[in-house]
């Protein structure tokens, strides 16, 4: 499935008011939230469309709006704006029916205060000081999940904060209506990528369901001789190709059965409606080689991937490429593989996988290349290799502890490999994780963090923190402020059952 346009999906910008200091007023007050509104859509940090309402000064009002908000499939989420005093007990009917993200912007229209000038007229008009107080109170009252915005509208900082939320609202939305395709289970006897799809599609809506190896091996065979010609020039101008893969090359019949595979994979996902998929190579009857260059080229065209079964990377890929949508950096499936840890300091970790490495991450044009796989019992397949573009980059992951899920985020920095890699046929990023390798190691593994993480040079914490507030999981984030002895605490305290 392509990933969707995020300048179709709108935000609804809402404006809480009241009637005690007249008409005039409430014309002042909607003339201002229909240039916040527009500021805010028109800013290149905000993917989405911003959608004034009406303001709301009643009960009714803002039931209804938040209830037309909820219904709305464009609609991803509702940012709110109190511009003068909105007394918030008419907003709890509304607030316990929103199902769609918050978002709090606590502005004002003016930036300076007029000192020469002002009045009590003014001050009531310009009072989001504490118009916005009673509205928190009465979040946290209700304990509405939201996110508060602080600065004057026209900040690029406030641009950016609302940005994240709004490409993370586009994540949650992506979630809830996605499908995950399953060709064959886990990884047999691997712990992590195990998990209650049950919960994954109530908690997330993700749906995750499985199916045979033989129903892609049949569309693989399927795939005409004119369709795997097209798809190998495409590959011949795309990629490096090595010597062998080359047409007339002795491996050439390695590149079109990779081909094939692509065309029935694509195929298959495509007629299903599928956003992402997964795959293990201890179940591929059928098809001749692991899928590799087509999981690569997949990913790259927006599909979530998780490989060995992993469909909780697969949905993590597939939200964050939506949530990247249109931003530099690209997103892909990761492994932490092995470590560099030099006498000398500045360790480091280098990931890759054994195939399923998105090239939208790479730093140059791939190289196309077949190399024996160890494992599989499968004939050689077709991969792109090349080093990930240097840089900050996150990674990400979603475990299941049973009783819930948590999210796990690493900052980390992307350098070049400092050595040449010759005898590596597989992508690889190498990075430095924040705040260093062994204290974020060692707080990934005790917040028990996956070994199969969304890396993504195009998104931030800041994404994953507002992603998991709206669909309620759990976060950890390890920065340049963890601190082990703290963050063991607050996984002690997480980890208290309520009853
Ligand atoms: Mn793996």
Not at 231 to 245: K, T
Not at 392 to 416: C, H, K, Y
Request: net charge negative.
């Amino acid at each position: 499935m392509p990933l969707p346009d995020l300048g179709d999906y709108e935000v609804w910008f809402v404006t809480g008011s009241q009637h005690l200091y007249g008409s005039e007023a409430l014309d002042r007050v909607a003339a201002d939230a229909r240039e916040v509104a527009a500021a805010l859509g028109a800013s290149h940090h905000v993917p989405v469309r911003v959608v004034w309402k009406p303001t709301v000064t009643r009960p009714d009002d803002v039931l209804a709006t938040l209830q037309a908000a909820n219904s709305d499939p464009k609609c991803v989420g509702v940012a709110a704006w109190m511009h003068t005093f909105s007394p918030a007990k008419m907003w709890i009917a509304g607030l316990r029916a929103l199902r769609k993200p918050l978002l709090h912007l606590h502005t004002q229209h003016g930036r300076e205060i007029p000192w020469s000038a002002i009045d009590m007229d003014f001050m009531n008009l310009h009072q989001s000081a504490h118009g916005g107080r009673e509205f928190g109170f009465a979040c946290t009252r209700l304990g509405v999940e939201r996110k508060v915005v602080v600065g004057h509208w026209s900040d690029d900082a406030v641009h950016q904060r609302v940005g994240a939320w709004a490409r993370a609202a586009a994540g949650r939305h992506e979630l809830a209506r996605a499908r995950i395709a399953r060709l064959g289970d886990n990884m047999r006897e691997v712990a992590v990528t195990e998990g209650d799809k049950v919960a994954a599609q109530e908690v997330l809506g993700v749906a995750v369901d499985g199916y045979g190896v033989g129903e892609l091996a049949a569309r693989v065979d399927a795939a005409s001789d004119a369709d795997v010609d097209r798809l190998c020039s495409d590959y011949d101008h795309a990629y490096q190709l090595a010597e062998p893969l080359r047409p007339g090359g002795d491996r050439r019949g390695s590149l079109r059965d990779a081909a094939r595979i692509e065309l029935g994979l694509r195929g298959f996902l495509t007629e299903g409606g599928f956003a992402g998929f997964t795959d293990t190579f201890e179940d591929l009857v059928g098809i001749k080689q692991l899928p590799g260059i087509a999981a690569q080229r997949l990913m790259a065209d927006g599909y979530g991937f998780g490989a060995e079964g992993d469909w909780k990377a697969a949905a993590m890929v597939r939200a964050s490429k939506v949530m990247a949508a249109g931003l530099p950096g690209g997103v892909s499936f990761m492994e932490d593989y092995t470590y560099h840890l030099p006498e000398s300091g500045g360790d480091l970790v280098l990931g890759a996988h054994m195939l399923e490495v998105c090239p939208t991450i790479a730093a140059g044009r791939p190289r196309c290349e077949v190399h024996p796989l160890g494992i599989g019992g499968k004939e050689d397949p077709v991969r792109l290799v090349f080093d990930a573009a240097p840089g900050p980059a996150v990674n990400a992951t979603l475990i299941d502890l049973g009783d819930r899920f948590r999210m796990i985020v690493n900052q980390v920095e992307a350098i070049a490999p400092p050595h040449e890699l010759p005898k590596l046929p597989v992508a690889r990023a190498v990075w430095k994780p924040a705040p260093d390798l062994a204290t974020a190691a060692a707080a990934w593994i005790y917040a028990g963090g996956s070994h199969h993480p969304v890396y993504s040079p195009a998104l931030t914490v800041e994404h994953y923190e507002d992603l998991a507030a709206m669909v309620g999981v759990e976060l950890i984030v390890i920065d340049e402020s963890t601190d082990l002895r703290t963050l063991r605490q607050s996984l002690r305290r997480s980890s208290l059952r309520r009853v």
